[in-house]
């Protein structure tokens, strides 16, 4: 028997002595690979957490003691050793276990994520009515440096070093966010400091000082060099100390035995600590080791050779995206790139190889990401920022107040809009509609098929106000080759298209719900219904007009959306219709209805929740149905 087997607790795992833990390490790794190869999933940097994971279950009292997973798609280990080991091959399927900690799946997990930079906020949170309650177990908050590139951990941490409350922060440091990591502060955490080093910049800056009294021509110089010689001595922990946190490390993070010393050290510290830990991304498994970016997030793989499996030949609306925008940037020297931390996710890669001056990435930053570009376009450029849709709920404001309250020309390509699959329900995009189209100046479209997206974003760079353009995850339709040699020619704003007519039923649909709507209908055809389906294209503005005049002759409506319906595209309809005083008409409203969707195969989770083909055709027969 394996010793994995034999743990179903922390506890089981404290029994075991010190001199087995690098054999469990190995046997973790292999269940890790061999399931994260059937199930996709975020490979590299849970290869990079094994030895901390053990070494924090071996020192403190989970679930006593609250451990907060930053991002939480490092956690399988952890979920491996509290009592999840036999599930874990239902991994990230629908009815299995989830790809992130979760409240209600385990009561080891002390707080559910999905999003970035969260762990330090909630774990002082947790810290804080710990010691209200008297209750004086510990709380460690794991945060990657990826993680730390957003404003939010900086409030976290300012807080926390003002209050002096207890709280364990452990910097998970593999020099890589999803790609390389970037910004002022992953150069700093990233700094060597030899012995030698810092000999080497004492004696620069004692050299300086005895050089002081003798300012006189070039004061300015000198300065500079005190400046220079200073930051040398600024390090990570300098960074940290400054917010009031006792700083460790950086500490070598795959030496069980080291991590477990430093920890049973810091455990009953009564300040809040900073453990730096350095690792290494897809640690024990070579092709992640030599490609993290790549085994990040990945799907299915064959576990002997690392290379990719199941995949079909046709592009992502994602490898759409970046090809149009190098095509439209070679054209327009105004357009800008903006991304946050996601280069390759968004599809951005081509474009920042080719136009490496107007192409940033701003790390995990999305409310910063919208306010720069904000910054850009009162500049007379015409930035596109590209955010997948969950992530983009934290701009808001900015979004509101940097960007529609003057209708400045930024364009948002909202990626990953709709259901996503097996990320959950942390990751779809199922708001975005509704939360877009509620401000006032912008415009929000949602493309039927990769010709349509083309064409909205020749659209969207061409606007001068505030645009979104909202597309899903996964492949393109692969259809109607022929739409192609119009797919540089803009939209009209606000315009949509009939795309087939019949009498019996209206049904109107935005987005990539468009094919589900049209083989709807041929469904129903085959049941001696005929439907109209219309392609709205915009969610604002709605084309009242063109939607009203067919409402009036067929007022059986079906609206479809991968949307929440709650302020989503049937809403705005509806809304429409009252404004125009048009009644007399039944309409059903096909969207996602007042819950979170969970995990699971996209094409699950759409036949689960009601917004595929099928859930049309039985609306559209309840209706006939009802008038017969
Ligand atoms: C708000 C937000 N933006 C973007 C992401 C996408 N994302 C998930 S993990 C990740 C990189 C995190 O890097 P790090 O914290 O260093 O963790 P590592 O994968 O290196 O262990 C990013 C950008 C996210 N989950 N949340
Ligand atoms: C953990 C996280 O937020 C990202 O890694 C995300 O899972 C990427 O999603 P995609 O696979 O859709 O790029
Ligand atoms: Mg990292």
Not at 271 to 279: C, D, I, K
Not at 290 to 301: A, D, E, K, L, R
Not at 455 to 461: C, D, I, K, S, Y
Request: glycine share 10%; net charge negative; charged share 20%.
């Amino acid at each position: 028997m394996g010793l994995l087997e034999t743990i179903h607790s922390p506890a089981d795992l404290k029994r075991l002595p010190r001199s087995r833990l690098p054999d469990l390490a190995r046997e973790i790794r292999e269940r890790i690979v061999g399931v994260v190869s059937k199930t996709g999933g975020h490979l590299a940097s849970n290869l990079g957490v094994v030895e901390l994971t053990i070494a924090i279950h071996y020192v403190f009292d989970i679930p006593t003691d609250k451990l907060v997973w930053d991002v939480g798609h490092q956690s399988y280990t952890h979920k491996l050793l509290t009592g999840r080991a036999d599930r874990f091959s239902s991994l990230r399927q629908f009815g299995g276990l989830s790809g992130f900690p979760k409240i209600t799946e385990s009561p080891c997990d002390a707080f559910s994520t999905g999003h970035s930079s969260t762990s330090i906020s909630a774990g002082l949170g947790i810290s804080c009515a710990k010691r209200l309650k008297n209750d004086d177990s510990r709380v460690i908050a794991v945060i990657g440096d990826g993680s730390m590139t957003a404003g939010l951990a900086y409030e976290a941490l300012n807080q926390a070093g003002a209050i002096h409350k207890e709280l364990i922060v452990i910097l998970n440091d593999n020099e890589m966010s999803i790609s390389p990591n970037v910004g002022a502060l992953s150069s700093l955490l990233s700094r060597t400091f030899s012995g030698k080093f810092i000999q080497d910049r004492r004696k620069e800056f004692g050299e300086l000082l005895r050089s002081l009294p003798k300012i006189g021509s070039d004061a300015y110089s000198l300065a500079k060099r005190a400046e220079e010689s200073i930051k040398a001595f600024v390090t990570p922990g300098m960074l940290f100390e400054a917010f009031n946190f006792e700083y460790f490390g950086p500490i070598k993070g795959h030496r069980i035995d080291q991590l477990i010393d430093i920890l049973e050290n810091i455990k009953n510290l009564d300040e809040p600590v900073l453990l730096h830990v350095a690792t290494t991304k897809g640690r024990g498994y070579g092709p992640a080791e030599s490609n993290p970016v790549y085994f990040h997030g990945v799907g299915c793989f064959d576990a002997e050779t690392g290379n990719r499996v199941n995949c079909s030949d046709l592009p992502s609306y994602t490898d759409v995206f970046g090809q149009t925008m190098v095509r439209l940037a070679e054209k327009d020297p105004n357009i800008i790139a903006v991304t946050a931390a996601m280069p390759e996710g968004t599809g951005l890669g081509p474009f920042s190889e080719k136009f490496p001056d107007r192409f940033y990435d701003v790390g995990i930053a999305e409310p910063h990401g919208v306010t720069f570009a904000a910054g850009m376009a009162t500049e007379g450029y015409k930035p596109v920022v590209t955010i997948y849709s969950t992530f983009l709920q934290r701009a808001y404001d900015q979004i509101i107040h940097d960007v529609c309250l003057e209708s400045l020309p930024v364009v948002f390509a909202v990626d990953r809009g709709g259901i996503v699959g097996e990320d959950g329900p942390t990751h779809h995009g199922l708001f975005d509609l509704s939360y877009l189209r509620a401000i006032a100046n912008m415009v929000v479209m949602a493309p039927m098929d990769e010709h349509e997206f083309q064409r909205m974003l020749v659209t969207a760079v061409n606007h001068p106000g505030p645009v979104a353009v909202r597309y899903p995850r996964g492949k393109v339709t692969g259809e109607n080759p022929e739409k192609a040699e119009k797919n540089d020619q803009p939209l009209a704003i606000g315009k949509a298209e009939v795309l087939c007519s019949g009498d019996d039923i209206l049904i109107i649909a935005v987005g990539h719900s468009v094919p589900e709507a049209v083989k709807a209908r041929q469904m129903l055809a085959h049941k001696g219904i005929s439907a109209t389906v219309v392609n709205a294209r915009f969610v604002k503005p709605l084309d009242t007009e063109l939607i009203s005049g067919l409402i009036q002759k067929i007022p059986r409506v079906i609206t479809v959306e991968e949307n929440v319906l709650d302020g989503g595209f049937g809403s705005a309809v509806l809304e429409a219709m009252a404004d125009t005083g048009i009644a007399g008409f039944r309409i059903t409203r096909i969207g996602i209805k007042d819950t979170f969707v969970t995990h699971g195969a996209k094409s699950v989770l759409r036949k689960h929740y009601e917004v595929d083909a099928d859930a049309v055709v039985r609306a559209a027969e309840a209706m006939c149905r009802d008038l017969t």
